[in-house]
């Protein structure tokens, strides 16, 4: 099983901030995924990442994929209340290999 | 639109005790299915993958097992639970564009 190191594990910012989360492993996937979980419901995809030092937008959320395909990191510009949730990163095998999440609070 | 359903959404079993666990996908065929499992608030742990009827991979050691009697239908099961055994269960299906996953079901073994 392919290892994914999530860092930091628990974040606690205040409203209009910015913050990275990073995914890291020693193995090289083919694609990465990034989910957000709330609070008793399933993870919600958010992006795939494919191509190394591929960057992917959504909205006030940037995603980069490692140029060796080996880590990625997700930022939040200006982060919001909405924005608290658990964020997963997922590497593609035969199935998702989930790393732990970093559990993400933005407090008004 | 494809869709997957699981149920219940909460369990309270006593030890011993035999559990199911049901997911089915609509709006698909012969989808892969996946149950994962999570403990609070961390990570998700693959349990079992199904490719197909009656085609079950396991992926740890452990007092569950899962069955795929239709195509849309992936079960997950045991004989007797232990509290170890308490987590959030979701079930998944792998589409063109990602993951999907069901609401979940939070299971307590007392």
């Known amino acids: 099983t392919q290892l994914l190191e999530q860092s930091p594990q628990f974040l606690s910012i205040q409203e209009g901030e910015n913050l990275t989360v990073y995914c890291n492993s020693s193995s090289v996937f083919s694609s990465l995924q990034w989910y957000r979980q709330e609070p008793g419901e399933g993870p919600v995809l958010l992006v795939t990442?494919?191509?190394?030092?591929e960057v992917k937008k959504l909205k006030r959320l940037t995603f980069q994929f490692g140029d060796a395909r080996k880590d990625s990191s997700l930022h939040i510009t200006a982060a919001q209340p909405g924005d608290t949730g658990l964020y997963l990163c997922a590497g593609a095998g035969y199935a998702l290999n989930f790393g732990k999440g970093t559990s993400l609070l933005v407090t008004p | 639109s494809q869709t997957i359903h699981q149920w219940p959404a909460t369990l309270v079993q006593p030890v011993g005790s035999p559990l199911s666990l049901e997911c089915t996908v609509e709006?698909?065929?012969?989808?892969?299915l996946y149950w994962y499992r999570q403990a609070a608030g961390r990570g998700l742990q693959l349990l079992f993958y199904?490719?197909?009827?009656?085609?079950i991979s396991s992926e740890v050691p452990q007092n569950l097992s899962a069955s795929r009697p239709q195509d849309r239908q992936f079960i997950l099961s045991s004989k007797k639970l232990l509290l170890s055994d308490s987590g959030f269960y979701l079930c998944a299906w792998k589409g063109l564009g990602g993951y999907t996953f069901g609401s979940g079901t939070r299971l307590t073994v007392v």
């Open positions: 199904s490719v197909g009827i009656g085609q």
């Open positions: 990442v494919v191509t190394g030092g």
């Open positions: 709006g698909t065929s012969n989808p892969n």
